[in-house]
């Protein structure tokens, strides 16, 4: 199975984390399901940004994007060019790495 390394973030896994995830599942399940509360305002549907991830490594063995993740990136907080919604991004068989970004559009705190 696949390792998926989590970068620290500040509020959803402070220390960083590494887990194992099934091919086929989306960093967003493999996420939840190993108790990382990653955002996920529109269950998972593709209708918002709130999943939002920046893959550091294991990107192009990724699934591509569709045209409608395309569009709804454009919005999502922090965007850089190996942004994906994590809901969308479906595990192959290699290693990740992943940062979830400060803010997502439904978090952004000031000040902090």
């Not at 940004?49 to 990724?62: D, K, P, W």
Request: hydrophobic share 35%.
């Amino acid at each position: 199975m696949p390792l998926i390394r989590i970068l620290p973030h500040p509020e959803y896994c402070p220390q960083g984390t590494e887990l194992q995830a099934e091919p086929g599942s989306s960093i967003c399940e493999a996420l939840l399901e190993h108790g990382i509360a990653i955002e996920h305002a529109c269950d998972m549907s593709c209708a918002c940004t709130t999943c939002h991830v920046i893959v550091r490594e294991g990107f192009r063995s990724l699934n591509d994007m569709d045209e409608n993740e395309e569009d709804l990136l454009d919005r999502a907080w922090g965007l850089e060019p190996d942004s994906r919604l994590s809901c969308q991004a479906f595990i192959a068989q290699q290693d990740l790495v992943v940062e979830i970004p400060k803010y997502s559009i439904n978090h952004a705190k000031e000040n902090h």
